[in-house]
């Protein structure tokens, strides 16, 4: 067994352990983003990312190698060109459309028509997507994966830095997909003058995702899936609302990602305050709660501490302007809440682009203490 | 250096409303440093920036939760260190809540500012529709602003404009409402009741 694969094994111990609401060795630690490319290459800028990719993902690969705290693995070999299509947003990016160090944008354009709710229900949602990426201007040959530049680059993580996925395939919530699809200003028109419609469609949305799941899971048995929602919180949308075009698509793709033995980890970006105790409905420790940091992360240990792991929630804002001390004490605050078991150091949302390597290895120390 | 967050829903008129804003302050001879989600959407366009000798910049709109305060605060301290600006009109997302803005100004390094004012503006041709479907973002709109414009004066009907009042009335009784059409023009006198400074 490499080095690497040791380590490997290791945290995987570790993040399972904390994931099944047990007490690891140490608190798993789980951060990275797009600061990442700096911590080896101070020069570096965002445009980097975008027009000397490769280099760029070496560039993140040396900068994990200088902190080997860090439990799980940076998202590599993503063509930032077609990054948006994820959204069905156009994509603006540094170095191209925006200054060298801005971060890329997407521009949510709303190619979707009032019209394409049939095409959904009609032709699927996996036709619908395909036809739409082509309307937003992206091609199959855009968007089609370097499959085996990615292998190359999972095995270097995985081999030479030993470090581990936390989930696998993403699947980002009906509701939030077709808000951005459509735009948000027109698809809360949609939701409040054609609801049936908007069901209609987030119902053939959620079953597809469900048989792609299946199949997913099936083949790579993630440790966990990736159940991403915003919009869809206390933040923004009216509770009635929520009960209506929110709920039922997690509550019923949860269920069945869970069915198939695998775990699903919640990336809920704003404010869930009001919504938390719906997730008490899952089965104890079969999800994961990636918060933010704008849901009040003691109203999460009070409402979910007991049922399910929690990765928190050190905020984008105090890791790119704050000290390492305001970072110290903040993480050492998160674990005096949670303790040793079911908790994830992490950020809340990715670490911002600016972030100073001082911070990282603030919130570090803090964990390492325990 | 005084702030003036121009807070809305999408669509509402944030724009169209600040260019008149800043149009104003620069008649009264007060340097404007205009805040914007995107520019190049409506009318900020490099021809009225220049006539305007007017500072535009943009600010990310990724993710609101890891980029916002990343975004707005080293811009307000360059702001504050390099030019000397009398006005800050920031216009944030429509879909962001003003008091989460707010939040990440406990960042900030520069001199202090004079004051933060928040006007929100609402849309009477969509206000109840809304108002039922994304009600906290509404209310919390609402709720954090020190004075209330409903827009669009030449659209809306007497109808709209009661509903508009009800549910000003219902979330922010405190608060002023103000009837204008940004597109039309805003009267001097009304734009005055915004402004920091009363000469
Ligand atoms: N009739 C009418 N149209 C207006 C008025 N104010 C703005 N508009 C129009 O409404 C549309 C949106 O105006 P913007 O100023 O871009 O609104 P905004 O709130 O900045 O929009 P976002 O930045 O996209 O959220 C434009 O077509 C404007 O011309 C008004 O008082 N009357
Ligand atoms: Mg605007």
Known sequence: MTVGEELYNQRLQRIKTAMDMGKPDRIPISLGGPSFIRYSEPEATLSDYVLRPEWADDAVIRSYAMLPEIDTAPALSGNKRTSGAMWFAKTKLPGIELPNDALWQYDEVGMMTADDYDTIINKGWGTFSKELLTRLGYSEEDLKPDFEYMKKMQKRVKEELGLVNMSGAAYIMPFEILSAARSLTKFLRDMYRMPDKVIAAMDVIADEYIASAQEHIREHKPLSVFSGNGRGGCQFLSMKKFEKFVWPYIKKTTDAFIAEGTKVLFHNDAKWDENLSYWRDFPKASCIFDPDSLTDIVKIKEVLGDYMCVTGDVPPALLELGTPEENYKYARGLIDLFGHSGFIMSSGCSVPPHAPLENIKAVIAATIEG | ?199
């Open chain 2, 1 to 199: 250096m005084h702030l003036l967050l121009i807070a809305g829903f999408l669509g509402t008129g944030k724009t169209t409303f600040s260019i008149q804003v800043a149009t104003e302050c620069i008649r009264q001879g007060r340097k404007v440093a205009m805040l914007v989600n995107e520019i190049g959407e409506i009318g900020i366009d490099g021809q009225l920036m220049r006539e305007l000798d007017l500072d535009v910049w943009e600010m990310s709109n990724g993710c609101i939760c890891c980029t916002l305060a990343a975004d707005l605060v080293p811009t307000l301290e360059k702001l504050d260190q390099e030019y000397a600006v009398d006005l800050i009109l920031m216009e944030p997302s429509g879909a962001a809540d003003p008091e989460s803005i707010l939040r990440t100004l406990v960042y900030y390094k520069g001199r202090p500012l004079e004051s933060i004012y928040t006007v929100t503006l609402l849309d009477p041709l969509r206000l109840p529709e809304l108002y039922e479907v994304v009600t906290p973002l509404i209310v919390t709109q609402i709720a954090n602003a020190n004075v209330l414009f409903a827009n669009k004066a030449d659209l809306a009907t007497a109808e709209q404009l009661e509903d508009v009042q009800r549910i000003a009335t219902e979330v922010n009784p405190d608060a002023k409402l103000l009837l204008v059409s940004a597109r039309q023009g805003i009267d001097s006198d009304l734009l005055k009741e915004i402004l920091p400074w009363k000469d």
